[in-house]
């Protein structure tokens, strides 16, 4: 079995290995779900993003537009949600961009805190799996610290 799957315009793009973690964060899944599903808040939080606006409402098949920088460039992505089931799960698929990927946010309660688990799926072009190497474990560390700067957001009173 190939590691690789189909676009939705019917090309092979490799899976490489996600990014993943785990944390706990000292808030209630419900406070933390709504910052999180908030799109004003991504430049507060995720180093890389410029900008994003919803196209309404953010719901399940809602698009966002994002403005980021990466690597010294200004890239536009458009996602959609593909879950959003409040407090518990919201899920980001990129229909634009320079690269394909999908984000899943699961929220559980704690105690009096919330454990998230976010794991990110990339996908690229066969041709770029090895040249991909690179700005992907950038992407990762950067994907890493951004979970860390919600997390002391959400805590700081």
């Known amino acids: 079995m190939r590691n690789e799957t189909r676009t939705a315009r019917g090309a092979y793009c490799a899976v490489v290995p996600g ?3 785990t944390m706990e964060i000292a808030r209630l899944p419900e406070d933390v779900f709504a910052y999180l599903t908030d799109v004003s808040n991504l430049p507060a939080w995720q180093s890389s993003a410029r900008a ?7 719901r399940k098949g ?9 690597m010294g460039r200004d890239v536009k992505t458009e996602v959609e949600v593909t879950a959003y089931e409040f407090p518990e799960r919201f899920d980001l698929r990129s229909r634009s961009g ?6 899943r946010h699961e929220l559980k309660r704690a105690g009096a805190a919330t454990r998230l688990h976010v794991r990110a799926d990339v996908k690229v072009g066969p041709m770029m799996r090895i040249p991909a190497q690179g700005p992907l474990k950038m992407a990762e560390r950067e994907f890493r610290s951004d979970f860390e700067r919600l997390k002391t957001i959400l805590e700081t009173p």
């Open 19 to 21: 990014f993943e973690l």
């Open 52 to 58: 994003a606006e919803a196209d309404g409402r953010v």
């Open 62 to 70: 809602a698009r966002i537009q994002e403005r980021r920088s990466f």
């Open 98 to 103: 320079p690269v394909s990927y999908e984000i």
